[in-house]
């Protein structure tokens, strides 16, 4: 039986929102597994100078990629998410397919600009030996676009399995094929050429990753109930031309509100990434002007995006999950006339933000360099990025709050809000890279990413607190942040311990990580600090939640993060 033929109160299901969170999560940590191993070997065969040429091509394609496919999957899955309420299966078709032509146009559009200007976005960001890695990856732009349709429309049915199946696909074929290219070619061509192979892998992915969601959408589409197929083949001539000319009309209709309500998304996306393509263009540029060469800037930027960068995505494994689940919840909640329901979602979503930020970011600050010992063998480029990372950890909590706040407020109908947020973020953020990269160098860079971030997050947040009639954060936050802070304490005092006493560096960060996590487990439950039903949001298993309530280790306040 399709999503949308369910009744309202399975749609409307906190724990079915959130457990299907649970799963892209669980899916995603395997997605940065595969990235950070795929990274490690590339990184170590291509060295610096190599990364440097790898990641200005897919930060070029990066930025085209949101243009192309950020707004307009968040605008079908709210499009598909109101629809299913009034259980209308044709009209979702219709929705779908009116996506899948918008998409293609936009994904070719996206991958003939980048094809035909490649050296002129490589000269731009001062970085020639880019330009073939770009060429390489400009098909992507096309089959990421529609591959983006299909997760749209089925994360407006609240399905996120076929997102994550997908993203594995692509994470696995990106591994193989990329480094089986990079392996090839690294003895045969120059560092850029090899760079542009690697590349490479990623497009033979993506397309990989379509055929898999296409396959997905298909095997769905049979499942069709019978009576559904039986009414439609018994209407007559009449009918069936009078639907067809109803359909058509709701197809342009679509395709209209696609583009209405993917275009601020879009902007908003899109200047974020921007954020991120400004580190390249700003730094490398200003980096030069102060004395380094091409070939050194180069080598600093590929250093601080291959090691530091990597890292600090990962949390976001964690985090965008509940960004991708919560914005058709809500949607269909506010549609379905459950207001209640809508700001109580809203409202965990974001505590439970802070749950998963405050321990990632202060985690990964403090032990910046062991965990880069742990994954990378040069030991010059490790104590290079190591204080890079310290800063930029400390971006996790206010990217966090952005993501999911982002996500809310495209859910609550708000869209163009988080433009202006990201505006004020990136006047920020251009503003410091002026005034620090001259004194810090590298360093400016995440400490300007800091601010940024902290800006939009901020701005969001506010924004929020009227639409949900207050969103009381300190008194909720105050047990994690404590719990996260007496825990990372515990941590570092184990390693320095266990250092004393001759324990190897990277058993020591291991045992550290994990008393970090246990002294953190441990606070926020002798604290009571996790209701029942913020336990049962994150997807844990009945007979987990079960054990957790006979011990008396959950809070007995219905709504926890409200208190």
């Known amino acids: 039986m399709p999503p949308f033929a369910e009744?309202?109160?399975?749609?409307?299901?906190?724990?079915?929102?959130?457990?299907g969170a649970l799963f892209l999560t669980l899916a995603g940590v395997a997605v940065k597994v595969l990235g950070l191993v795929y990274k490690i070997p590339l990184t170590n065969q291509?060295?610096?100078?190599?990364?440097?040429y790898f990641n200005t091509a897919y930060t070029v394609y990066t930025l085209f990629f949101v243009l192309s496919s950020s707004g307009l999957p968040v605008a079908l899955s709210l499009?598909?998410?109101?629809?299913?309420?009034?259980?209308?299966?044709?009209?979702?078709?219709?929705a779908f397919s009116a996506a899948l032509w918008l998409f293609g146009v936009v994904g070719f559009a996206g991958t003939l600009i980048l094809a035909l200007f490649a050296r002129p976005f490589a000269l731009l960001c001062g970085n020639e030996g880019a330009m073939a890695g770009i060429l390489a990856v400009s098909p992507t732009l096309l089959f990421v676009s529609l591959a983006s349709a299909y997760r749209g429309y089925f994360q407006g049915l609240g399905e996120l399995r076929p997102t994550a199946v997908s993203q594995f696909t692509e994470a696995a074929g990106r591994f193989l094929f990329g480094?089986?290219?990079?392996?090839?070619a690294i003895t045969r061509f120059s560092l850029s050429l090899t760079a542009a192979y690697s590349v490479a892998g990623l497009t033979v992915a993506t397309f990989l990753s379509l055929v898999v969601l296409a396959a997905i959408k298909k095997r769905s589409d049979r499942k069709r109930t019978p009576a559904a197929k039986e009414a439609a083949a018994a209407s007559d001539k009449v009918g069936r031309a009078e639907e067809s000319a109803r359909l058509k009309r709701l197809k342009k209709n679509y395709v209209r509100q696609?583009?209405?309500?993917?275009?601020?998304?879009?902007?908003?996306?899109?200047?974020?990434?921007?954020?991120a393509s400004l580190d390249l263009v700003l730094v490398l540029r200003l980096l030069?002007?102060?004395?380094?060469?091409?070939?050194?800037?180069?080598?600093?930027w590929g250093n601080y995006s291959a090691m530091a960068v990597p890292l600090f995505n990962l949390p976001g494994i964690l985090i965008t999950p509940l960004a991708y689940a919560i914005t058709p919840y809500v949607r269909t909640s506010l549609a379905a006339a459950a207001h209640k329901n809508a700001v109580q979602a809203s409202r965990r979503a974001i505590f439970l933000t802070l749950l998963?930020?405050?321990?990632?970011?202060?985690?990964?600050?403090?032990?910046?360099?062991?965990?880069?010992?742990?994954?990378?063998?040069?030991?010059?480029?490790?104590?290079?990025a190591a204080p890079q990372l310290s800063l930029l950890a400390l971006s996790i909590l206010p990217l966090a709050l952005l993501t999911v706040s982002n996500a809310l407020l495209q859910a609550w109908g708000h869209e163009s809000f988080p433009v202006l947020s990201v505006f004020l973020g990136?006047?920020?953020?251009?503003?410091?890279?002026?005034?620090?990269?001259?004194?810090l160098g590298m360093s400016a860079t995440p400490i300007g990413t800091f601010g940024a971030y902290f800006v939009m997050a901020l701005c969001n947040l506010i924004r929020l607190s009227f639409l949900l009639g207050g969103l009381p954060l300190l008194r909720p936050a105050w047990r994690p942040a404590l719990a996260c802070l007496l825990s990372v304490g515990a941590a570092i005092a184990a390693d320095t311990a266990l250092g004393h006493i001759g324990c190897s560096e990277r058993l020591a960060c291991l045992a550290a990580i994990a008393l970090a996590a246990f002294v953190y487990l441990f606070l926020l439950l002798w604290w009571k600090s996790v209701s029942y039903e913020d336990a049962a949001a994150l997807g844990l298993p009945p007979a987990l939640l079960a054990f957790s309530e006979r011990h008396h280790l959950l809070s007995k306040r219905k709504e926890a993060f409200l208190s």
């Open 356 to 384: 998963i930020a405050f321990p990632c970011a202060l985690g990964l600050s403090a032990f910046a360099k062991p965990v880069l010992s742990l994954l990378f063998r040069d030991e010059v480029s490790v104590a290079r």
């Open 179 to 184: 480094l089986a290219l990079t392996h090839w």
């Open 288 to 300: 030069q002007r102060n004395g380094m060469s091409p070939a050194e800037a180069n080598a600093a």
């Open 258 to 275: 696609l583009v209405k309500t993917a275009l601020p998304v879009t902007i908003g996306a899109s200047v974020l990434t921007l954020a």
């Open 7 to 19: 009744e309202p109160k399975k749609l409307l299901s906190p724990r079915r929102l959130f457990s």
């Open 46 to 52: 291509m060295g610096d100078e190599g990364m440097g």
């Open 79 to 94: 499009l598909v998410s109101q629809t299913r309420v009034a259980g209308d299966e044709k009209e979702t078709d219709a």
């Open 426 to 439: 990136i006047g920020v953020k251009v503003a410091l890279a002026f005034l620090l990269t001259p004194v």
